[in-house]
């Protein structure tokens, strides 16, 4: 190959931008060339496309979110959405597509490969909900802002000897809730995967300050429930003050962790090495398993689901004691 493209789509994560500049210096350093794609699907079926030789990607390792840019695409989800794209692509010479992003990003990838471009996806979303792998782009980085503002939440909690309810991303996985709340010492973490009894969270915070401890901090995972209404709740079962405190979008910007960047590192040079080695004809990701950096079929990359260890669960309760 030549010539490939590569392009950011779905929610940003930190670790995007890394992906890119390994994808772009892995490729050169064996002479092919990489065409930039704005925008994400959106901007392949525009046609809005820019050059990136190697400098073009210098100081970009330590940035958030996606110099390429991303953005929805109702257009390309229409049937004849991923043949437009192939042909648009093969228009532009380009061999074969590197695909940044989450689920439905890793969706797109597999339907162009279908549609015949050699493509590989490369797993990059907060919620870490990509069953084939172990570790996603820009989850490390997500946990890492989290446990940080439940620490300073603590402060705070500890001064006034109040409860804090803290709402993080995850509609559909709580792996941000569970790793940040295990990490950061909270009382209990509330996830979509498990159920709960808000009564039993009451009480075991109320006891945890008859016990003399000055806080009580409860993680929630968006799709857990309302971290408003939670606390809410708590407050009413515990008669003690609480406090909620929804992180939002905080959680996907800023500088990628140390783990965030060499993981993109790796992903983005095995993804280049995969499209050049002629292994992507029928579409691949690339993927942590068991520690290690492997790749599977594009196909089978989103089936089964990824778990929360209810273990981990009993931990936080044994280790908040």
């Known amino acids: ?97 590197v695909v940044i992003g989450g689920d439905g990003s890793l969706k797109g990838a597999t339907a162009m490969a279908k549609a015949g471009l050699p493509v590989v996806g490369i797993p990059a979303t907060v919620d870490n909900d990509i069953p084939c792998s172990e570790y996603t782009l820009g989850f490390d980085t997500a946990v890492n802002v989290v446990i940080e503002a439940i620490d300073r939440i603590r402060d705070t909690a500890t001064s006034h000897e109040r409860t804090f309810v803290v709402e993080v991303m995850g509609r559909e996985s709580g ?79 800023g500088s990628p962790t140390a783990r965030d960047r060499l993981l993109a590192a790796e992903l983005g040079a095995r993804a280049v090495t995969i499209l050049l080695a002629g292994e992507a004809t029928d579409g691949q990701v690339v993927v942590v398993q068991r520690g290690q950096i492997a790749n599977v079929p594009l196909a089978t990359a989103l089936t089964g689901q990824c778990e929360i260890p209810a273990a981990l669960l009993d931990l936080v309760e044994v280790l908040a004691r």
């Open 1 to 97: 190959m030549k010539r490939i493209g590569v392009l950011t789509s779905g929610g940003d994560a930190s670790g995007m931008n890394a992906a890119v500049r390994a994808v772009v210096r892995t490729a050169a350093a064996a002479g092919c060339a990489v065409v930039g794609i704005r925008n994400g699907f959106k901007g392949l079926l525009e046609e809005d496309f820019c050059q990136l030789p190697p400098r073009s990607v210098a100081d970009i390792l330590q940035r958030g979110g996606t110099i390429l840019g991303t953005a929805r695409c109702p257009e390309f989800r229409q049937p004849d959405g991923p043949e437009r794209a192939v042909e648009i692509a093969r228009r532009h010479t380009l061999e074969g597509m």
């Open 175 to 253: 792996a941000i809730a569970m790793e940040s709340g295990l990490a950061a010492g909270a009382e209990a973490v509330l996830v979509p995967e498990h159920p709960y009894d808000l009564a039993d969270v009451a009480e075991r915070i109320r006891s945890g300050f008859q016990k003399g401890k000055k806080h009580g901090i409860v993680v929630v995972a968006e799709g857990a429930g309302s971290g408003i209404e939670i606390g809410r709740s708590i407050q009413a079962a515990s008669g003690l003050e609480t406090r909620v405190t929804v992180l939002g979008h905080v959680q996907r910007g």
